[in-house]
């Protein structure tokens, strides 16, 4: 997978001539709906001979700049967001830095630019798809812009996904269920297990225990309490934890660790830790 930067890829123009099928939205969190509409643009493609894949995507989610997002913290780091776009099968990560100019930019004016990226023969998004300025642009906008700005087009919005009560999967549901404290149903809607960036956080280490600060973490936590989780380290390989999460610290502590060891040996010293996988909730010992 290829990433690039959405205004310089403009400027240069050297992709304006690849077929392409393109997803467009902010995918915070990349849950089940997201990975629907991303991988109906990746089918797409594989369709047809010379075709590729690409999303659009913000490097920092529009409605948080904008003063209009309740959670100022991502559910996904940037590293987690493009490593996971690349499982997907997507070719081309196109990334907007959403700047005060760029919120400007009327949904017309925004498609224009898309169409000028790459030959776009089809546009894939949601049905709850809003951009440009007010977000005034959604699906039925885009059926009418995009013929306009590259020839033979077509606008793909994939059946919503639901979950297996009706509700409509979104990331404010995610974020809802997360700081409830129900990992389980989190992880129903991702697909995955919600998984928080180590990579960048140097642990302490405290007697048999490793304590990350809650402020070191550009992602959105669960709430203070006890969870069963997976470290995963730098090698991929995991050990099973529990976490303790309360105002200051998310403290990871081995559940199988003897009295007589130090319960790090063998990997915090050695190695770096790479993510931290939430399984569960686990009752509060009192």
């Not at 894949?53 to 003063?67: H, Q, R």
């Not at 297996?164 to 404290?181: K, W």
């Not at 991702?190 to 490793?210: E, H, M, T, V």
Request: proline share 5%.
């Amino acid at each position: 997978m290829l990433l690039l930067d959405f205004d310089q890829t403009l400027a240069k123009g050297e992709f304006s001539k690849i077929p392409t099928a393109v997803s467009i939205g902010v995918f915070d969190g990349l849950h089940l709906g997201h990975q629907k509409v991303i991988r109906e643009a990746v089918t797409l493609a594989a369709k047809h001979k010379h075709w590729k894949s690409a999303v659009l995507t913000f490097s920092s989610n529009p409605k948080t700049l904008m003063g209009r997002n309740p959670f100022s913290k991502p559910l996904m780091s940037l590293r987690q967001s493009t490593d996971f776009f690349s499982k997907l099968g997507v070719d081309y990560l196109v990334v907007i830095d959403f700047s005060p100019d760029f919120s400007k930019l009327s949904g017309e004016a925004f498609i224009a630019k898309t169409c000028r990226l790459f030959d776009v023969k089809a546009i894939v998004v949601g049905d709850n798809f809003r951009c440009g300025l007010q977000a005034k642009t959604g699906p039925a906008e885009l059926k009418d812009i995009v013929p306009r700005y590259t020839e033979g087009a077509t606008v793909i919005i994939p059946e919503t996904y639901r979950l297996a009560d009706g509700t409509e999967n979104s990331s404010t549901l995610v974020r809802s269920r997360l700081l409830s404290g129900r990992i389980e149903e989190v992880s129903v809607l991702l697909g995955r297990n919600y998984s928080l960036d180590l990579a960048q956080i140097p642990p302490r280490i405290i007697g048999r225990s490793l304590q990350f600060s809650v402020e070191s973490f550009v992602q959105l936590l669960p709430p203070p309490g006890l969870y069963e989780a997976l470290l995963i380290r730098a090698g991929r390989s995991a050990v099973e934890m529990r976490v303790t999460v309360d105002e200051e610290f998310l403290t990871l502590t081995c559940p199988g660790q003897s009295k007589n060891n130090d319960g790090f040996d063998g990997f915090a010293r050695c190695d770096r830790c790479d993510s931290l996988e939430f399984l569960k909730e686990l009752p509060s010992v009192c």
